[in-house]
């Protein structure tokens, strides 16, 4: 009976939170918000990886280019006035005929 009352007063403890649903709310920020972003950070890193010499990409400061030097951290890209070193984080996306074949009308 004591224990009975123990538990109750527990439980229903003012400002105390409940460790299965302070658990529960922990799992779903994690559902929501890390695991999603996990995803998307992993589907970045295999579109760099998979980007190779002669592929058309643009940065994400808008600039137009064709890979011709692929370093381990750096694109060395041929642009209009020349060549550009980027970093390959700043890869926004692929503009290969490969990924956006041209539509024939």
Same mark, same amino acid.
């Given at each position: 009976?004591?224990?009975?009352?123990?538990?109750?007063?527990?439980?229903?403890?003012?400002?105390?939170?409940?460790?299965?649903?302070?658990?529960?709310?922990?799992?779903?920020?994690f559902?929501?918000?890390?695991?999603?972003?996990?995803?998307?950070?992993?589907?970045?890193?295999?579109?760099?990886?998979?980007? /190779?010499? &002669?592929? %058309?990409?643009?940065? +994400?400061?808008?600039? #137009?280019g064709?890979?011709?030097?692929?370093?381990?951290?750096?694109?060395?890209?041929?642009?209009?006035?020349?060549?550009m070193?980027?970093? /390959?984080? &700043?890869? %926004?996306?692929?503009? +290969?005929?490969?990924? #956006?074949?041209?539509?024939?009308?």
């Amino acid at each position: 009976m004591q224990t009975t009352n123990i538990i109750l007063q527990a439980a229903a403890a003012p400002g105390g939170m409940n460790p299965v649903v302070l658990m529960l709310i922990m799992g779903v920020m994690f559902f929501f918000m890390v695991w999603p972003q996990m995803r998307r950070q992993k589907k970045a890193k295999a579109f760099v990886e998979s980007l /190779k010499k &002669g592929d %058309s990409i643009v940065t +994400t400061g808008g600039v #137009y280019g064709k890979i011709s030097v692929e370093t381990e951290k750096h694109y060395i890209i041929d642009i209009e006035e020349g060549k550009m070193k980027i970093d /390959k984080s &700043g890869v %926004s996306m692929e503009m +290969t005929q490969a990924a #956006y074949p041209v539509a024939k009308d």
